[in-house]
């Protein structure tokens, strides 16, 4: 029940960020909620297992009771997620190598790694596309025809502002279409959920 979700989103992070707590979860999601927290209250009191939650989230499906874990990545807004930036570095234009002389390139034909070039770019974001706790929940584009045109569309999810799916094209191909996707949702995901850096007086 995506109702349910939420209180029990809203909980947890309220108990993490030590904010006023909202609502008692009710029901089911109470006993569920329980289990949980007794389960880790035995689990650092023993000490006898390892965290089932360091790093990732476990998602149950009330109505089938399936228990699925998904990797938890650092929220934008979480005060214990944010990496200590690093001072910035004096850079010393004068030590700059020269600019080199322009040489002109005759295009070749792509090879297979360029082919599989956006593909395995794919892969390498799909970490942030989950469906309960990704940046991203799923791609939307599967039921759209990729002719003559390739399009890439995917969902993202904007907090209190529910979702928004963002879409792109592409001539070539359809993962060509989702990267421009997810680059352009990523854009609006920082918009609507990244807060504003101070800017330096």
């Not at 008692?24 to 006898?48: D, H, Q």
């Not at 584009?141 to 993202?156: C, H």
């Amino acid at each position: 029940d995506a109702a349910d979700a939420a209180v029990a989103a809203g909980l947890w992070s309220g108990l993490a960020l030590e904010e006023a707590g909202g609502p008692a979860p009710r029901g089911p999601l109470a006993a569920m909620l329980g289990n949980l927290l007794g389960y880790e209250v035995f689990r650092l009191v023993t000490g006898a297992l390892p965290a089932e939650t360091r790093g990732q989230v476990l998602v149950q499906d009330m109505a089938s009771f399936d228990v699925l874990a998904e990797r938890l990545l650092p929220h934008p807004r979480c005060p214990f997620c944010r990496p200590t930036p690093a001072p910035a570095e004096a850079v010393d234009l004068t030590a700059a190598p020269e600019r080199p002389a322009f040489e002109p390139v005759v295009a070749a034909a792509p090879d297979d790694e360029a082919t599989e070039g956006p593909l395995a770019e794919l892969d390498r974001r799909s970490l942030a596309l989950r469906p309960s706790v990704g940046v991203f929940t799923r791609y939307a584009d599967e039921p759209v025809t990729q002719t003559p045109l390739k399009v890439g569309a995917v969902e993202v999810g904007l907090g209190a502002a529910g979702t928004r799916t963002v879409a792109a094209f592409d001539v070539q191909h359809t993962a060509g279409a989702r990267l421009r996707a997810l680059d352009a949702a990523a854009a609006v995901y920082a918009e609507h959920v990244v807060p504003a850096a101070p800017v330096a007086a």
